[in-house]
């Protein structure tokens, strides 16, 4: 009895809950950035940098959002398969202005650190900055690379 | 669900090509500084990454809209959700339409809307007597 509740059950809550989704996103939708603070929908401040990463097969590529951050604002560490990321920059008040809003500043200082999938070889590492994003690409120890394999006859 | 959409969702583009509709994307709020002086409101918003031809800076009184996309990376290939920055700002009366200038510098973008003459602040010279 149980598990047919189970069957028949679960699949219906989950309907209903992608139901309360599909209603919620589009409230986001209708309400976002109107007119209010970066609150709901906006990205957390604890997330912060919006960080991506992909898998080459050769590499790990990590990409993360940094607008106005240059070079020297930053620092990238690889240890083992921890890669650490901080950064602080400097915001300013054009001069002679007052100002109205203020949501930049929330983010002017950052430390994120994840362990990625694979060991790395971080002396072949290769980090760029352009457009206000970080790509850093750092290429797997041979052991870990994709080997094909052949089916013998 | 569509025609309430069309008719009170102020954060969507006008014109969206067919195509574009069924992809799926990521939308963010961008985080906005504004500050202002004499001449004009300078909003700061960033939105890195974002491709200069995406951008789209609309002021239509009383709403200011900024439109920004990412640009793909090669190794997100076509199908990765395209990352869309969108948020509608309500703005004072007074601004000058004709004159928004829009910077894109770092994935900041900066824009400048001035003031129409008629609501710089007036220099009153007061007369001795």
Partial sequence: MLTRWNNLGVPDIDRSMSMVDELRSEMERIFEGFERDAGQGALRVDMWPRVNLYDTGSALVVRADLPGFVDKDLAISVEQSALTLTGQRELEVPEGYAVHRQERGATTSFSRMFTLPCRVDADKAEAKLSHGVLELTLPKVPEEQPRQITIQA | ?129
């Fill in chain 2, 1 to 129: 669900m569509n025609s309430l959409e069309n008719s009170t969702d102020m954060t969507r583009p006008k014109k969206e090509p067919a195509a574009r509709a069924q992809e799926s994307f990521i939308r963010i709020v961008p985080p906005v500084d504004i500050f202002e002086n004499d001449e004009e409101l300078l909003l700061v918003a960033e939105v890195p990454g974002a491709n200069q031809d995406t951008i789209g800076v609309q002021l239509k009184p009383p709403h200011l809209t900024i439109e920004a996309e990412q640009m793909r990376s090669r190794e997100q290939g076509a199908s990765a959700p395209l990352v869309r920055f969108e948020r509608t700002f309500r703005v004072p009366d007074g601004l000058d339409p004709e004159r928004v200038e829009a910077k894109l510098n770092r994935g900041v973008l900066r824009i400048h809307l001035k003031k129409s003459e008629r609501i710089k602040p007036q220099r009153i010279a007061v007369r001795g007597e």
